[in-house]
């Protein structure tokens, strides 16, 4: 008796390939799902949210700082933010609309312009551009979900339901001509004393006060789709 085998094909072996692979690496955001080089390399900056403002964990170069509002009363022209770094002030930070950031060097709308952070949508999906005052500006990828978790496959403005955004999302940062310089991360958790964490390697022309808005603005973008959707949300943690 001849007993025949039948191998799969080296496409449907590849197919299954990549298909492991791709549950491996996002499996609890073991390994990022990225295959760039610039994805590897440590984080040279770390926020993590909490009420009224952020706490900088990590920043190469400079101590641990905090990000608060200036008074629990906002007035007229003062900043949403102000970045410390100890007792010295390091920026000012003004949320003008959603995802949009505008840095000075202080708090006042006189001081001089440290740069800005503006939004974009691709199909509701939002990229950043970073633009230093001196400088050519740096404009992320789309952020794609790194994770298994249920919810869209990228952090978008269309979501159902406000518990959709959890997860963890990554985007590379890319200058001009699109050579990716480092990265961005957002992770949006529903346990813990902070659903809100960033992570990110960033150029050196990026600075602590932008590094600072490029993380308050996904966090008003976050705040933005919860809102919008249905289902119970963490709220705003504006004053």
Do not use: C
């Not at 708090?107 to 199909?123: H, I, Y």
Request: cysteine-free; glycine content about 8%.
């Amino acid at each position: 008796m001849v007993i025949h085998y039948s191998l799969p094909s080296p496409s449907r072996v590849r197919r299954v390939d990549l298909l492991a692979l791709a549950l491996v690496t996002g499996l609890g955001g073991l390994a990022p799902a990225f295959a760039d080089p610039a994805v590897s390399e440590l984080p040279t900056f770390a926020a993590h949210e909490v009420h009224g403002g952020l706490v900088v964990d990590r920043m190469d170069g400079h101590e641990p700082a905090v990000a608060t509002a200036p008074s629990w009363l906002r007035m007229p022209g003062q900043p949403t933010l102000v970045v410390k770094d100890g007792n010295k002030e390091e920026a000012a930070l003004w949320l003008t609309a959603p995802a949009e950031v505008i840095v000075r060097k202080a708090a006042s709308t006189s001081a001089p312009l440290d740069g800005r952070v503006k939004p974009s949508w691709e199909n509701e999906s939002i990229r950043l551009t970073i633009q230093p005052a001196n400088g050519p500006p740096l404009k992320s990828d789309i952020f794609t979900r790194e994770d298994v978790e249920a919810g869209p496959r990228e952090l978008t403005r269309r979501t159902d339901l406000s518990t959709d955004v959890q997860g963890s999302y990554l985007a590379l940062l890319r200058t001009p001509d699109g050579k990716p310089v480092g990265w961005l991360r957002v992770r949006v958790s529903a346990h813990g004393g902070s659903p809100v964490r960033y992570e990110a390697v960033l150029p050196p022309q990026v600075d602590e006060g932008l590094a600072v808005a490029s993380a308050e603005a996904l966090d008003s973008e976050i705040d933005w789709i919860r809102n919008q959707a249905y289902g119970a949300h963490r709220g705003t943690r504006r004053p």
